[in-house]
């Protein structure tokens, strides 16, 4: 069973990672209906292509941080 230590820094990292998966991919459906993510011939712009890329690694993290603090709880 882990310490009290290990069991705080693994809620941390889950409830960080439960803010991240909550929060990113909504700012990504307001990014998306923005004005600058489409050019005139409805292209993605260069606006979205690194909100995308942002969001996506914000989302990857996100998952190690879970992955980390399940992990945490079970060792």
């Known amino acids: 069973m882990p310490d009290a230590v290990g069991i705080v820094g693994a ?4 409830v960080g990672a439960a803010f991240s998966l909550l929060v990113w991919p909504t700012f990504l459906r ?17 606006f979205l292509t ?15 941080q879970a992955v980390a603090g399940i992990w945490w709880l079970i060792d």
């Open 11 to 14: 809620v941390l990292l889950l």
């Open 30 to 46: 307001r990014i998306a209906k923005d004005e600058r993510a489409r050019d005139a011939h409805g292209r993605p712009t260069r």
């Open 50 to 64: 690194v909100h995308v890329v942002l969001i996506t690694i914000a989302l990857l993290i996100a998952i190690a």
